[in-house]
């Protein structure tokens, strides 16, 4: 049996540019912790995938916006998403004890362009080591 590859296609080819321009924009970002264990927990939220419908796409950070914040313990980001049905923000708080200590997520929600919210994850206990999946 043989497959023949059909041929790339303007909006096959648009796509495929578009993610790849999505993913080097969001590459600085997405290295660090507190931004992929975020992203990581959108991407096993199936709330939240359904809401925003396949494919996730995540885009890069407004520089601009005062909300996303960074220093020594806390990490304070909106990062916009989208998907086929709906696109909006994920908010993400990440802290640390520490400038040398793991990152680690306080809480991550998204927030629908029509102001629905659904929580993805919540740190949940006093000593940070009970986990509580939305």
Known sequence: RSFTRAPPTPGRTAHTLHSVV????????????????????????????????????????KLTDRENFVDIADAKLKIPVSGSKSEGLLYVHSSRGGPFQRWHLDEVFLELKDGQQIPVFKLSGENGDEVKKE
């Open 22 to 61: 999505v993913l080097l924009l969001t590459e600085f970002h997405s290295r660090s912790l507190y931004y992929k264990l975020a992203v990581e927990q959108l991407q096993s939220h199936p709330e939240a995938q359904e809401a925003l419908g396949p494919p996730l796409n995540i885009h890069y950070l």
